[in-house]
């Protein structure tokens, strides 16, 4: 040891510390000891407690970290009137909040005290799903029992009900002739739907997603959108049918995507005043459609000369509502791309010089400040002016992208936004998945057939799974986390489809609606914001009866896990990772098929 002034010090400075350091070790270990008695005395055992285990985790010394263990639990049923409970869009607390802009259909999610500590159950005479592709076309009617969409569709031909089973025949308000018809005449207007230009698309008001079904054939990922409502249950038809939706509606609050993500956007009869408000709604498409991406809107006021008498208006109402709706479209630098019969298409301009224009201060919608960022997209309230695109970014535009599927393994320029992110880390994921993704297989041989459709990864990077198995009849929703690095955008780049989420809270899905989970280290990285009994919780509630999760992990977390998803009737089995590290450990779950005590099936 050196004194400042850089001579030697005595022996005796040396000596004289021992009794101090001895005493402190002595008091450290009694506290130490304090505390164990105290944590080994919980009844109550929760995650959300372990606030370092992050740091534990990948301290050097392993054997230092003693893994966690938990009390064998148990959680009773909920009653049979929750068997469609989406806790974050609950119709029964609707009169709680605000009719404006249909406000109270947005997320409001229960606090704690008033969180479900229960297990959903199933329909009465609910049945494993029908496998894809025939479940495009059909469904059995107790997983789904909604009588009222038919009744109330019946003319429009969205779905028939037949013995056990709704049948989908491709109807729609807007789809006379079935939506085959419909979208190979959208596919005439738009030629990028055929050669891989367009990619992802998403639907608002999607109604049983059938738009977003038949152009999965076509090579296009839609994202179908719909709120929750009393009857209708449309994203639920969807996600039964095996085809990708969410529950949202475009309010006062950005819906969960980056901006500058989808290729197309589409609304058919979908009632949105899209005008009013100062245009906020259509602001919000503009925001999430990339440079070069297309509108398009069929049904009113599109073709008003002659069908205005069908939409209870008058023809003056109706061009008043078309101009105005030109006009705003003209203002946001969009311009009508094609037009025919009922459908008109609009493309967002790809020229800067237009959105230098919107800098003007009679420039109406003006632009964004710079205080709003474009990609915060969590509970972010809109506002009435324009996203501009970054023009720094060259290869953004739909035109200068790689068209699919070169799309999906190209790095894309989007990277260089994200802390760490470069072509070299995004190859590197890429190389990551292709071994973990063979070991999976040999993990749960279900995954790459027709038993898993609808999955979910929990907490994805650059959405390295989905690339991976692209080939599989499955589709993926790559969540990325509200308060992580956002990389949704370069997932969206590469052709794929996600949202943002915190699993702080229930996601907006159905119960009942994805095959596979897959998580990676989300218990370590969120543990010390969530309980994780409740993000288990929520698992089971949106994992289908024979469903699967694969949650890879910590070793400190896996037998408290394993002990949790015991409580909540789920098989599990504890897995080395393919190059079997022993910090790190993979459960394979399984959820059980049950029925309520209170339910004619049990």
Known sequence: MKHKDGKPGNR????????????LLVVLCGLSFYLGGIFCSKKNFELRDLKNVAEAVSAPKESAVAPLHSRTVSFPECSLDYQDYTPCTDPKRWKKYGTHRLTFMERHCPPAYERKECLVPPPDGYKSPIRWPKSRDECWYRNVPYDWINKQKSNQNWLRKQGEKFLFPGGGTMFPNGVSAYVDMMQDLIPGIKDGTVRTAIDTGCGVASWGGDLLDRGVLTVSLAPRDNHEAQVQFALERGIPAILGIISTQRLPFPSNSFDMAHCSRCLIPWTEF??????????????????????????YQRRWRGWNTTIEEQKSDYDNLQKLLTSICFKLYNKEGDIAVW????NSSCYSKLSKPEAYPPKCDDSLEPNSAWYTPLRPCVVVPNPNLKKLALNSIPKWPERLSFPPERLSEIFGGSASAFKHDDSKWKVRIKHYKKLLPALGTDAIRNVMDMNTV??????TVINDPLWIMNIVS????????????RGLIGTYHDWCEAFSTYPRTYDLLHLDGLFTAESHRCDMKFVLLEMDRILRPNGYAIIRESSYFVDAITSIAKGMRWGCRKEATEYSVEKE??????????????????
């Open 462 to 467: 650059y959405g390295g799974f989905a690339a």
């Open 12 to 23: 005796r400075d040396k000596e004289t510390r021992v009794v101090p350091l001895t005493i």
């Open 278 to 303: 100062g245009g906020i709604y259509l602001l919000e498409m503009s925001r999430i459609l990339r440079p070069g991406g297309f509108w398009v809107l069929s049904g009113p006021p599109v073709n």
């Open 482 to 493: 509200s308060y992580g690095a956002n990389t949704l955008s370069v997932v969206y780049d």
């Open 347 to 350: 493309q967002k301009s790809t």
């Open 585 to 602: 450990k993979i459960l394979v779950c399984q959820k059980k098929l049950w029925y309520s005590s209170s339910s004619s099936q049990s």
